[in-house]
Nanobody, 125 residues
Framework: QVQLVESGGGLVQAGGSLKLSCAAS????????MGWFRQAPGKEREFVAA???????RYTDSVKGRFTISRDNAKNTVSLQMNSLKPEDTAVYYC???????????????????WGQGTQVTVSS
């Protein structure tokens, strides 16, 4: 069982930055692929970024060059540094964990077994 707790959301102006963090419980954190998803009002939850246990990273196209995902296996944490934020980045952001690490699976929310409660990110124009 893995428990995930996100922090770091808030209100920021367009062009600003925020850093989200996710703290995970459990002794096998390094074996999980960790992902960030987001869900805007009235929309489906969508993939943002993922990082597997050895640091292989994937991003959705809309955040490439602006967001950076990282993990610290010693501290059981995963972070999402978000720069050059846009109003369309406004959403609830969720941290998630999966034992899968193949490129095809990590983009899909159904692949993830554990989810955090979410943290709100609001970008004003």
């Amino acid at each position: 069982q893995v428990q995930l707790v996100e922090s770091g959301g808030g209100l920021v102006q367009a062009g600003g930055s925020l850093k989200l963090s996710c703290a995970a419980s459990g002794r096998t954190f390094s074996s999980y692929t960790m992902g960030w998803f987001r869900q805007a009002p009235g929309k489906e939850r969508e993939f943002v970024a993922a990082i597997n246990g050895i640091g292989s990273i994937r991003y959705t196209d809309s955040v490439k060059g602006r967001f950076t995902i990282s993990r610290d296996n010693a501290k059981n944490t995963v972070s999402l540094q978000m720069n050059s934020l846009k109003p369309e980045d406004t959403a609830v952001y969720y941290c998630a964990a999966t034992t899968l690490n193949d490129r095809a699976s990590i983009y899909y929310k159904k692949s993830y077994d554990y989810w955090g409660q979410g943290t709100q990110v609001t970008v004003s124009s």
